[in-house]
């Protein structure tokens, strides 16, 4: 768009609008616009407008209502002097800009006061904005802000005066504080209120009382607190109002409302909802009529009725009341009262009795989300297609249902199933595949059913199957599909996994763990594009583990199989690798390698334990800066300890989101109008890793929550190095079973996150540094097995928890908790012998040399002899003057020298 910049360039005289959006305009082209007085829209948004801006070319467009200037790097305008104000400017957008704060006023009395509609959203301020900024503009009705900075408390101050205001929105500016009476009053004009998300605390200003021109009151994701009475059962004119995730106490009465008759839309998920003194009452007839209602509690309560006042609820489209504690079943009846129902969630609702259906049909509805209640009897099977004929989300998980599924299904066109965490068996029915050829999403895992798996319809891109008693081979038609997730896992099935996964182009998570699945693992797998997440642990499978140049997958759990090395070049480099658990396979030879394949990738668990891996630790290792997680335990790794682990941060901030704790809810969770979660469910990343001398399995946020290194059972030699204690931010280390020598490290006592400490099994000599006790996070100590001398670390803070079995075999330790002082009482020989005064000898010396030299030549031919004729006793004596000269060295080096 160079050419429009050129000072020849003339526009066509006529032009009523201009779009120049993601250009490189210039500020050279706002001054060259003029001569086109019948333009009324003008975008030059998404360009490189920067610093000051002269509008004075703008003076001639005496029509233009609209400017957009958003998305450049505008700090201020000025114009020339004699220039005049675009005196009919209506909108003016400055979205995502760098305002002056400090010449705000200025730049909007260049630009025009006639301005109504101001935008000002994403803005990087440059100081504190006020609401006096704004007072010139006495027509002005909408003031958008969200998401900006510098805006403060002190902003409020002022508020009174912009008396035409009729909508402001202030959301995601993170205020943070109590939220300033003002002049709220002033504003009587004022139709529209936005302040989500800025971390306002306390009591909503009284003077909220006389905003009763007030539609929209949006207060979602604050800290408010209160009671809904006067300051909101003024504002009778509301339609929508939103207050999720606050802290306000709610009764469930909702008499606070009864003058509302404008009322729509209540969004109050996330409050204190609470039984009121109404509530037992006489039920009371609303005015309003509702068409969506989202309430839920973050208190436990008893369990109550659902609101007398629903039973005058006739326009309902949307209700969600996850999370309250209801009596009863299911609520048919709001089902048969409101026809205009599309959605209707009670998951976690503590509903009991059997499912039932309305008597008559409800046909708008496509949504319905009774998950985890207590549920029980079957699966209702008549007419529920003839209800529910629009029906497209059905969630019945984690309730106590059993019996067989319903054929009925296959009448329906669902989208999506879920039946799984229930106590369904028989087989799967052949007509639920049917389901008119819609069914996307089907999840019955955790159930008992069992026998072949049938036809999958083509459509189908979630499927979730495991935890029951399937077995048999896995239908090949599962690959003619366009399945996105698929989960096999905890079955009973058999075979190879079949080439034909190269069908499956759009698979994204393969689950098929805890089998009886054999052979290699297919190249097809590895040719995937969109496969990220991948678990075959837990079967069969042999040979090398392909390589994963030509996949994106982020995480592989191959563990417990019969795996016994890598290909060549398995990885590409930076890749995005975050989980490879290998562990318990029969891998062999090195891993440097596969080490240089993954060097800066983003991986953070390494889990190699229990394979018959050799060599050195590559200090190529040091490059997964990422790492959280490595256990190369119960290998035959020999050498020494790379210097460089210790400067590994070992950090588990900003975890993949996958690893964390997550609702795995199957429907959307913030609006109906979504459709369900388009892939896997987001089942909780886990990994196993021993700590504290047992063996856990981390899920989820714990996981996010672990780091740790295992290098233990190995070869290891040398000293520990002295670098490890720099990592400060590691939850256990276990280095036992190793033949590690030297001192343990003084700065061991920098470890202050550490939990459990694990030194046993080795050659460690010399004290235990007294500098330990500092660690108050330390749960677990062992140093048992070495050749550690000298007193204990006082018993303070953690160190007054460990016992003996801590320290067990150092013969030279000493101190409590051992029995061994540091400071034996000397030892006092009794001299009341009575000897015979006329005899100086009980022995005559002569017999008695003789005697000894005889025996003991003897005793050394004998055993002479037994340890020629005796190898394996031959192999013992050795080992044991070895070990008894071995203790006498470092008994006279640590007390003599």
């Known amino acids: 768009m160079s050419e429009c910049e050129n000072d020849s360039f003339k526009w066509p005289t006529n032009l009523q609008e201009i779009w120049l959006t993601y250009n490189s305009l210039s500020n050279k082209f706002v001054s060259s616009l003029s001569g086109l007085p019948r333009l009324q829209f003008l975008d030059l948004s998404y360009n490189q407008l920067k610093g000051t801006i002269n509008i004075s070319g703008l003076s001639t467009l005496s029509s233009l209502t609209n400017l957009d200037l958003s998305y450049n790097s505008i700090h201020y305008f000025v114009a020339d002097q004699g220039s005049k104000s675009l005196s009919r400017l209506d909108v003016l957008q400055l979205n995502g800009n760098m305002i002056d704060g400090k010449k705000l006023k200025e730049s909007l009395q260049a630009l025009s006061l006639s301005i109504k509609h101001l935008h000002m959203s994403s803005n990087n301020f440059k100081g504190t904005i006020l609401a006096k900024d704004f007072h010139d503009l006495k027509n002005l009705e909408g003031l958008r802000l969200d998401g900006s900075n510098n805006i403060e408390n002190e902003f409020f101050k002022s508020i009174g005066n912009l008396t035409s205001l009729k909508a402001l929105s202030l959301s995601y500016c993170q205020i943070n504080d109590t939220l300033p009476a003002a002049d709220w009053s002033k504003l009587k004009k004022l139709e529209e209120l936005y302040l989500i998300q800025n971390g306002f605390e306390g009591f909503l200003p009284i003077s909220f009382i006389n905003m009763t021109s007030l539609r929209i009151l949006e207060l979602s994701h604050n800290h408010f607190i209160g009671h809904f009475d006067s300051n909101i059962a003024t504002l009778t004119s509301l339609e929508h ?97 409101n026809t205009k129902l599309t959605e209707v969630v009670f998951e976690n609702c503590s509903l009991t009795g059997t499912m039932q259906i309305p008597l008559r049909p409800v046909r708008e509805l496509w949504s319905i989300d009774v998950s985890n209640n207590i549920i029980i009897g079957e699966i209702p099977s008549k007419n529920i297609s003839s209800i529910y004929p629009k029906l497209r989300y059905l969630n019945m998980s984690k309730n106590y249902m059993r019996g067989s599924i319903s054929r009925e299904f296959g009448r329906m066109k669902l989208h999506s199933l879920d039946l799984s965490n229930n106590q369904l068996s028989g087989e799967i029915p052949e007509d639920i595949f049917e389901a008119r050829h819609q069914l996307k999403f089907l999840r019955l895992s955790n159930n008992k059913l069992e026998g072949p798996i049938f036809t999958i319809p083509t459509k189908l891109e979630i499927l979730s199957l495991n935890d029951n008693n399937f077995s048999g081979r896995l239908s090949s038609n599962i690959f003619n599909t366009s399945i996105v997730s698929l989960d096999v896992s905890n ?36 040719q995937l594009e969109d496969l990220k997440y991948l678990d075959l642990s837990q079967n069969n499978l042999i040979g090398l583990l392909p390589s994963f140049r030509n996949s994106s997958v982020k995480y592989i759990h191959l563990s417990n199989n019969h795996l016994t090395g890598f290909s060549k070049k398995m990885f590409i480099e930076n890749s995005s690798l975050v989980m490879l658990d290998l562990s318990h396979n029969e891998i062999s030879g090195g891993i440097q390698d596969m080490i240089e394949d993954l060097s800066y990738s983003k991986l953070k668990f390494l889990l190699l334990k229990g394979n018959h891996i050799t060599g050195d630790i590559p200090k190529q290792l040091c490059q997964l800066i990422d790492l959280t997680m490595l256990d190369l335990s119960d290998n035959k790794f020999s050498g020494e300890i790379p210097h460089c682990l210790g400067t590994m941060p070992f950090d588990n901030k900003n975890l993949d989101p996958l690893l964390k704790a997550s609702k795995g809810r199957f429907f959307a969770e913030e609006s109906i109008s979504q459709a369900p979660l388009p892939s896997s469910e987001h089942k909780k990343e886990k990994a196993s890793f021993t700590s504290k001398r047992s063996t856990y399995t981390y899920i989820g946020s714990i996981l996010a929550y672990m780091s740790g290194i295992d290098l233990s059972h190995n070869k290891l030699k040398g000293n520990i190095p002295y670098e490890l204690g720099k990592l400060t931010r590691i939850r256990a280390l276990n280095l036992s079973h190793n033949n590690l020598i030297g001192q343990i490290p003084y700065s061991f006592s920098n470890l202050v996150q550490t939990e459990s400490l694990d030194l046993s099994f080795n050659k460690l000599s010399g004290e235990i540094p007294s500098n330990l006790i500092i660690l108050t996070s330390l749960e677990v100590l062992s140093v048992a097995h070495n050749n550690l001398s000298g007193p204990l670390p006082e018993q303070k803070n953690q160190f007054a928890t460990f016992d003996e079995s801590s320290y067990e075999s150092n013969p030279f330790l000493c101190g409590p908790p051992l029995p061994k002082s540091c400071h034996p009482a000397p030892r006092v020989i009794p001299n009341d012998l009575d000897f015979d005064k006329d005899n100086d000898m009980l022995v005559d010396m002569y017999v008695f040399s003789v005697s000894f030299v005889v025996s003991y030549t003897l005793a050394l031919l004998a055993t002479a002899t037994t340890l020629y004729i005796n190898p394996y006793w031959r192999q013992a004596w050795f080992y044991y003057m070895e070990l008894v000269t071995l203790n006498c060295y470092y008994f006279i080096m640590d007390n003599f020298l």
């Open 241 to 337: 109002f939103g207050f999720t995730e606050n802290q306000f106490e709610i009764p469930v009465s909702f008499t606070p409302f009864a003058n509302h008759s404008n009322l729509q839309v209540i969004h109050g998920k996330g409050n204190k909802v609470r039984l009121d003194s109404q509530h037992s009452l006489q039920t009371w007839i609303p005015k309003f009529q509702l068409q969506e209602l989202r309430m839920s509690s973050t208190i436990m309560t008893s369990s109550f009725q659902l609101p007398k006042f629903l039973l005058y609820q006739t326009n309902l489209t949307s209700l969600d009341f996850s999370s309250l504690k209801l009596k009863g079943g299911f609520p048919h009846w709001l089902l048969e009262n």
């Open 491 to 526: 079955n009973h099935l058999v075979g190879k996994i079949s080439s034909l996964l190269k069908n499956l182009s759009g698979l994204s998570e393969l689950r098929m763990s805890n089998n009886n699945f054999e052979g290699f693992i297919p190249l097809e797998l590895t």
